[in-house]
């Protein structure tokens, strides 16, 4: 008869096709937005820029304000309860999306949106507060993957669907797609030996972070987070525009754009397991320097390459060093912060994490329009070399301790 799997790993199971759903969910309608704001009115180019950017940011700006409210609200009443509202939040705002009429609608609905942005942080607080301490790097590293899995395919899934059904279809089959998130997580997800903090016993931010054993180790972990997610956003809006230059003005800019854009994400989703278990044995602090290190020596030659090709393989070898960068972070809070306080805490980054997303494309444009394409990839690799103080001074105190 074949045993019985322990409680965390099947929650670990559900809750990593759970962010594979959510992951794929928000890029599905991502290729084809500022193509939706169109058919809703008649815009100029400078109009249809404007809204498109409002429609954009609109959800990261609104997440980055509620993630650390979802995450207090998790550990008084259980992160179980908090994924179940987010999922059905998301699930009746993306549906509401296809129905809209106007473009201010849609912008309304981006924004109601953010306001539901508590699954995944939650997932990570769920887990990190079951799974062993021994398995948690490789456990957490692992969750990560399935919004990596989610994000690289729901460009694909999405301009399929959109082309072959509409675009007002993509956006009720995603919030089908989220309604099943909400159906699994609410039989197949427990949360049995849950304490919850009472309203009495909160602390709050100040009191909460002065309480912990390294305080030092989880503030500095919010700073990283936020350099490196605005460090790898910094790309985001230079790199078919650099593809384009590379290729010297082909025809197959978007396809060749396609590939290297998805690159980082395949190459994370293979290694962070990888790191996981290596963090597990050596600490976890010491794979997050070295991914850093090798971050700063793969964003450098970006900025010289010559070739589209020579392009593709250091955006790949980005990707083995993002899966020694989040990841590995996410481990050391769960590591170094009171099971009774994780959700707040992996809210907390998930919040620096948007920030990351918001400030990312905004210094990318800025200093490219400057700099030129180059320039983005270097000061990108100036990010990751202030990352890397910050981090030995974060984690100094610690490395003593195998983690």
Do not use: C
């Amino acid at each position: 008869m074949k045993a019985k799997i322990p409680e965390w790993k099947q929650n670990l199971q559900v809750l990593w096709f759970g962010n594979f759903i959510v992951g794929m969910g928000f890029q599905l309608i991502m290729p084809f937005m500022s193509l939706y704001i169109k058919t809703l009115g008649h815009f100029n180019r400078m109009q249809l820029n404007l809204w498109s950017g409002i429609v954009f940011s609109a959800t990261f700006l609104v997440s980055s304000w509620m993630a650390p409210i979802w995450g207090k609200f998790a550990d008084r009443y259980g992160r179980k309860k908090v994924m179940l509202i987010s999922a059905a939040g998301m699930e009746i705002m993306m549906a509401s999306m296809g129905l809209v009429a106007h473009v201010w609608q849609l912008a309304l609905l981006r924004l109601l949106q953010g306001f539901f942005a508590g699954y995944v942080a939650n997932t990570s607080a769920l887990i990190a507060s079951q799974v062993p301490s021994k398995h948690s790097g490789k456990a957490l590293s692992t969750l990560s993957t399935g919004t990596t899995a989610g994000m690289l395919l729901g460009p694909l899934f999405g301009g399929a669907i959109a082309g072959t059904f509409g675009y007002r279809i993509t956006f009720f089959l995603t919030g089908l797609a989220y309604a099943t998130v909400f159906t699994l997580t609410l039989f197949l997800v427990h949360e049995r030996n849950f304490v919850p903090v009472s309203k009495e016993k909160a602390l709050p931010a100040r009191k909460l972070f002065k309480s912990l054993e390294y305080p030092q180790v989880i503030i500095g972990m919010f700073i990283t987070t936020l350099i490196i997610q605005a460090g790898n956003n910094s790309i985001s809006p230079v790199i078919s525009l650099y593809v384009q230059q590379l290729l010297h003005g082909g025809h197959s800019v978007d396809m060749v754009s396609g590939i290297i854009a998805a690159l980082p994400g395949i190459a994370t989703l293979f290694a962070a397991p990888l790191f996981g278990t290596w963090g597990d044995k050596i600490g976890t602090q010491k794979i997050l320097r070295g991914g850093l290190v090798f971050a700063m020596l793969v964003y450098i030659p970006q900025a010289f390459v010559t070739n589209v090709w020579q392009l593709g393989i250091l955006r790949f070898l980005v990707g083995i060093s993002d899966a020694a960068l989040l990841p590995q972070v996410q481990t050391l809070l769960a590591k170094y912060s009171p099971n009774e306080y994780s959700g707040r805490v992996f809210s907390y980054n998930q919040s620096a994490q948007f920030m990351g997303n918001i400030f990312g494309p905004l210094i990318g444009s800025t200093v490219s329009g400057a700099f030129g394409y180059g320039g983005v990839f270097l000061s990108t690799a100036l990010l990751v070399l202030i990352n890397i103080g910050w981090v030995h001074h974060s984690t100094k105190e610690i490395d003593a301790k195998k983690v």
